[in-house]
């Protein structure tokens, strides 16, 4: 399958100034694509757009041709957000992140380092790197064709990083998943990636 | 004594509330018939075994007719925290998911209704409902619900751009599902707080404009009608007409005030450990 970003041009709604100006990016499902661009360039934003939450202002994003609404309820582009405090519920169980995903193996869980207990407790009591798990799991659904992965450990320590990518990258290599990775960080783009784009300003 | 936790203790607390207010009203209820029994032989006793609460110049049982009117005070808090709790929740609802029109309009109820003085307006409504139980009711639920419709706008339009249900439309959820799963928690404790701490005010409010004489009518036995009428026989030397009824009220509402409590406690996760 192929993930293609076509001029696309956006601005928030408050009427600031213009995020992304004619942006291009293809992603092949073989892919694993690295975005990087200094602060405010945009890269958040761009996911956004490329994930459908966002509708650009001009310029299209489609699948295999197609724009994104006519694969159903379920977005085979799925985005892992920079901030998991604010992607669960805080005032419902861990478990229910779990059940949101679309069918979610125990493979993907146990893989993600996911211990059975945590399942019952709320957000609150779990660290970052924890909830971040679960929203990585919860993303993995089996409809995802395409993961955005926006800043997605910028918060973890080396050794949680790299279990993580680890554990990321056999997956998407087994599901030919394309994998969008954004970072400010060069080594882990380096490693993880097959080539890495940089947004201009605009 | 065994130890507990603040939570349990609160818990508890709420539960001994619960049932001394049940106890009230139902013993109220019961005793509505004994609360008009008008007896010269006994009238301006003072306190005494007989006659805790002494007896009025009609010789009516002032304990007899406190409880009776704490009873109605209850019933009355009760139906009118409900109809203005829903009234909240759908005027909430509507500011926040209608769009800019009707939250427009709502809020500019709400400030209205928030500007004009509580009393004033509920005098008014219930006087041109007809007075009597109803009157109040409407009156009371009618000027009640703002505070808490705002809080259920506020809640709602922050919970609409929260991330996580953001993702729940893109992970297929309905968006009706996706409200009722994502926003239930946030709201429902809110709300039943809401609600329960509506009760102080209703009472206090019917107790004040039945006082002033547009609430129920002068014959029932409401801790209004009673205070009032104590009023006149102050000067006298009769002070078990006003304390006791008095005392009583203010106890009511503090029991409310705790049930209120316990329940945010009770049903606020972020609370959970306290």
């Given amino acids: ?202 | 004594m065994i130890h507990r936790n603040r939570r349990e203790m609160m818990v508890l607390l709420a539960a001994v509330s619960l049932i001394l207010l049940a106890a009230v009203t139902i013993a109220g209820a019961n005793v509505y018939g004994d609360a008009m029994v008008t007896d010269f032989s006994r009238k301006n006793l003072p306190p005494c075994l007989e006659y805790p609460f002494g007896t009025d110049f009609m010789g009516r049982d002032m304990f007899v007719r406190t409880i009776a009117g704490l009873s109605v005070s209850i019933r009355l808090g009760l139906v009118t925290a409900a109809f203005s709790a829903v009234i909240a929740f759908f005027m909430g609802m509507a500011a926040a998911v209608l769009g800019k029109t009707a939250d427009g309009l709502v809020s500019g109820l709400i400030d209205l209704m928030m500007g004009i003085p509580h009393i004033l307006l509920l005098i008014l409504i219930s006087f041109a409902c007809g007075k009597g139980f109803w009157g109040v009711v409407i009156g009371i639920s009618m000027t009640h619900w703002t505070s808490l419709a705002r809080l259920i706008r506020g809640e709602v339009l922050q919970l609409r751009e929260s991330n996580y249900m953001k993702i729940a439309a893109r992970l297929g959820h309905g968006k009706l599902r996706t409200a009722m799963v994502h926003m239930t928690p946030h709201l429902l404790p809110q709300f039943i707080t809401g609600l329960v701490l509506l009760f102080p005010h209703a009472i206090l409010h019917e107790a004040s404009i039945t006082f002033l004489g547009f609430g129920l009518s002068p014959e029932e036995p409401a801790i209004g009608v009673i205070l009032s009428e104590s009023m006149k026989y102050l000067v006298t030397g009769e002070w078990w007409l006003a304390v006791f009824p008095g005392v009583l009220l203010v106890g009511v509402v503090l029991l409310f005030h705790i049930l209120g409590q316990g329940v945010l406690l009770i049903l606020d996760p972020e609370r959970a450990h306290e």
């Fill in chain 1, 1 to 202: 399958m192929k993930l293609e970003a076509r001029n696309i041009t956006f601005q928030y709604d408050n009427g600031n100034r213009q995020i992304l100006n004619r942006a291009n990016l293809t992603i092949e499902s073989h892919e694993r694509v690295g975005l990087s661009a200094p602060s405010g360039f945009g890269k958040t934003t761009f996911c956004k757009i490329l994930g459908g939450y966002e509708k650009p202002d001009q310029g299209e994003v489609l699948l295999d041709g197609k724009p994104l609404d006519v694969y159903g309820p379920y977005c085979p582009v799925q985005m892992i957000w920079q901030h998991p405090e604010l992607s669960v519920n805080p005032r419902r169980k861990m478990k229910t992140v779990l059940a949101e995903g679309n069918q979610i193996p125990e493979r993907i869980i146990r893989g993600l380092g996911i211990e059975k207990d945590w399942e019952n407790r709320y957000p609150g009591e779990l660290s970052g790197g924890e909830l971040q798990r679960f929203c990585i799991a919860r993303a993995l659904g089996e409809g995802t064709r395409f993961l955005l992965a926006d800043e997605i450990t910028a918060m973890l320590d080396l050794i949680t990083q790299s279990q993580i990518w680890n554990f990321l990258l056999q997956e998407v290599k087994e599901r030919e998943i394309g994998l969008l990775v954004v970072s400010h960080s060069d080594g882990l783009l380096k490693k993880v990636c097959t080539r890495t784009e940089y947004l201009q300003k605009p």
